[in-house]
């Protein structure tokens, strides 16, 4: 595994969430209670900033439709909801292994 040095972690606060762009991956770096998530911030519905969304544990859910996403895995733990219909989402949200160096939150995000 190559890890990249994507944030310091004191850039975000417990409970927060930070838009950071390596390359051309437009990632989203989260903080709960200590434990750091790093993952695509681009909703795999139709491309919403998650980082507008709303964190509830270790759960991340898209500011759009609703869908939920678990940060530990990226799986898929509610599906959109528009008015009445309940959308499916194909694969889920892209998470990546996190490693902490210091104040470094390292990641490995492959070829940025
Ligand atoms: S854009 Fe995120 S659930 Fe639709």
Redesign the pocket.
């Known amino acids: 595994m190559s890890y990249t040095n994507i944030i310091r972690s004191s850039e975000v606060p417990a409970g927060e969430m930070r838009a950071v762009t390596i390359g051309k991956r437009k990632l989203m770096v989260v903080n709960v209670d200590g434990r750091f998530y790093v993952a695509d911030r681009k909703?795999p519905?139709?491309g919403?900033n998650l980082c507008r969304g709303k964190l509830e544990g270790e759960t991340v859910m898209?500011p759009?439709?609703?869908?939920r996403f678990d940060l530990n895995s990226g799986e898929v733990l509610r599906d959109?909801h528009i008015l009445f219909m309940d959308l499916n989402i194909r694969g889920g949200l892209r998470t990546y292994p996190v490693q902490i160096e210091g104040d470094k939150v390292m990641s490995d995000i492959g070829e940025a």
Not at 64 to 67: F, G, I, K, Q, V
């Open positions: 909703c519905h139709f919403v898209c759009l439709h609703r869908a959109p």
